[in-house]
């Protein structure tokens, strides 16, 4: 869902504070039949005309249920992935404009952790040549002596030894892996970090001290995040503004406590009545929104509105013939404004 094209009241400290500044970004997928010749017969529609933005130095969280598009619009912001349309602008540079070795370049300010910390990981390679590598590929030190002393620093800066540089990833724990991950992303100095689900593998216990390592690396590089998650308390606790994504569509985005104490959209208020309340006694109380329906296919996205189907308030509005855009409805609080999703 598109922002509608209307001038908000920002100043100009806001508008140079806007690191990342993403415009009807789109992400579709061809879907293919044959085997010798090959026909394109439709396209999966992963992320659809999103637009949004990131401060420097704040955390926008990105939520949703598995398969919104969360993941694929990270990719594209980083130019992971080709975008099939729309514009990234990264500190004023338009990155879907430049070529590879200009984009290869310009890793040393975007980054990510990636979600898997088993997978993202190479087998035959011992930590301190995972940490390592970008420094080699970006040329950042001098001799080996110098490699040697910023991979120490890099696995103390995440809270390992030095010691365990030679050592393989099968030897680590999830959470320690995934620490490894945060130092490789960390190891050209970036600005801007795309955190892709990166607790979502891990025992909680272990979750909370990655977050707070996330937090404390924030503080003390000012760094940039966009986190991607599906759980939303985590989200809450780190982030400074939430988007609500469904079907590869923003519905929903505002600052975390207001989104929090004030959702709007439908969808957003069915995900918060799902986050479980240890007090059995508000647990009781509260109202629960149960969707109706499985989630649309992004082959086929519904016309209109794409949370229509499931809408609790379908019948009541027209949401089926238009496509809802933002509009902001209270300060940084922006909502889709089918007549259905705006009325409580």
Known sequence: MTTKTKKTTK??????????????????????????????IGQVKAVDNLSFFVRKGETLGLVGESGCGKTTTGRAVLQLYEPTAGKVQFNGIELTELNANEMRAMRKEVQIIFQDPY???????????????PLKVHKLVDNKVQYREKVAELLSIVGLSPYMADRYPH???????????????????????????????????????????????????????????????????ISDRIAVMYLGHIVEIAPANELYFNPIHGYTRALLSAIPIPDP?????????????????????????????????????????TTPVLIEVSPEHWVANCECCMSK
Do not use: W
């Open 171 to 237: 030897e680590f724990s999830g959470g320690q892996r995934q620490r490894i991950g945060i130092a490789r992303a960390l190891a050209v100095n970036p600005s801007f970090v795309v955190c892709d689900e990166p607790v979502s593998a891990l025992d909680v216990s272990i979750q909370a001290q990655v977050v707070n390592l996330l937090e404390d690396l924030q503080a003390k590089f000012g760094l940039t995040y966009l986190f991607i998650a599906h759980d939303l308390s985590v989200v809450k606790h």
């Open 281 to 321: 006694t508000i647990e009781k109380t509260r109202e629960r929104i149960i969707l109706e329906g499985d989630v649309p296919s992004p082959l086929n996205p519904p016309a209109g509105c794409v949370f229509q189907p499931r809408c609790t308030k379908k019948d009541k509005c027209k949401c089926s013939e």
């Open 119 to 133: 997978g993202s990981l190479n087998p035959r390679m011992s930590a301190g040549d995972i940490i390592g590598e």
């Open 11 to 40: 100043n100009k400290k806001e508008e140079t504070d806007i690191l990342v500044n993403v415009e009807n970004l789109k992400m579709y997928f061809p879907v293919t039949s044959g085997v010798i010749i090959q026909k394109e």
